[in-house]
């Protein structure tokens, strides 16, 4: 989705590999100049994903001053909404991830595969927001409402889009306490991220994995994942996967190892908080 073939779009390219590809912990200093709206959405991703949340936000806010194409401004409020949820703010999420919807639906005719990628993952967000409010049959009916806008394209989706519905189908069953459902949705998602492009979709396939066997009570397993997802985050730069991976190893682990691991989540945090990301307080009743 959005990879520039010409050569004319050779720096695009370079930004694409970045955000969705081999490159994701290269730092601002090493990544081309944006020279068009579509790259600020790559730059956005590449420094959300590394956890440098102020640099992403500012990217988007460029952005949207820059364009008026429904789909690129459809991407960058998604992107925001998923920024959110990755720091607890899941209510907060759902306002991005709404508006990224309403730039985009209802659709009439034939719809583009960039089009249908962004309805995609307005409604795949929004199924995550649902989900981490504890609105589980809202989360599945979008859920349902994001495959049928796939199965009726007009030509097949891409490997991110559907990786996406089924981390987010995965994390649904999970908190439905239903790991053997699960774990088919996230073993699909690692097939395809293991075919495709993306390092940062291969590692965050590979948690769920984890977080899977660890719901199904197989921990040794979980626990071997977990280690791996840690050391593949610290080699590219990820951040915000590198905090997960330490959370859940730290419950999956005992003694020694479990505070090591929560020390790397603090660390992590603090991280994060100096890139611009601040979590929602376990104390904070807003979701």
């Known amino acids: 989705m959005f990879v520039p073939a010409s050569p004319i779009y050779i720096e695009s390219a370079m930004l694409a590999d970045a955000a969705f590809g081999t490159g994701p912990g290269r730092a601002a200093t090493e990544l081309p100049a944006a020279a068009n709206p579509l790259d600020r959405w790559y730059r956005a991703v590449v420094s959300g994903g590394q956890g440098r949340y102020g640099a992403a936000r500012e990217e988007l806010r460029i952005l949207r001053a820059g364009t008026a194409d429904p789909v690129l401004l459809s991407l960058a409020a998604s992107t925001e909404g998923s920024f959110l949820r990755q720091l607890g703010w899941h209510a907060r999420a759902a306002t991005y991830d709404g508006r990224a919807a309403a730039l985009i639906l209802p659709t009439e005719g034939t719809v583009g595969p960039d089009r249908v990628a962004a309805i995609c993952d307005a409604l795949t967000g929004l199924a995550a927001d649902a989900l981490g409010t504890g609105r589980l049959a809202l989360a599945t009916r979008l859920l349902r409402r994001s495959h049928d806008a796939m199965t009726q394209a007009q030509s097949p989706q891409g490997w991110r889009t559907l990786i996406r519905w089924h981390w987010v189908c995965a994390e649904t069953a999970l908190a439905s306490g239903a790991p053997d459902t699960a774990a088919p949705h996230a073993a699909t998602a690692l097939a395809l991220a293991e075919d495709g492009p993306s390092v940062r979709h291969r590692v965050k396939s590979r948690l769920l994995v984890a977080a899977t066997a660890a719901a199904s009570g197989d921990i040794d397993r979980a626990r071997t994942l977990a280690d791996v997802v840690g050391e593949q985050c610290r080699e590219h730069g990820l951040l915000p996967l590198r905090w997960a991976s330490s959370m859940l190893r730290a419950g999956v682990s005992v003694g020694a190892d479990a505070s090591a691991a929560a020390t790397d989540a603090q660390e992590c945090a603090e ?17």
């Open 271 to 287: 991280a994060i908080g100096r890139r611009g990301g601040r979590f929602r307080p376990m104390s904070d009743s807003r979701v």
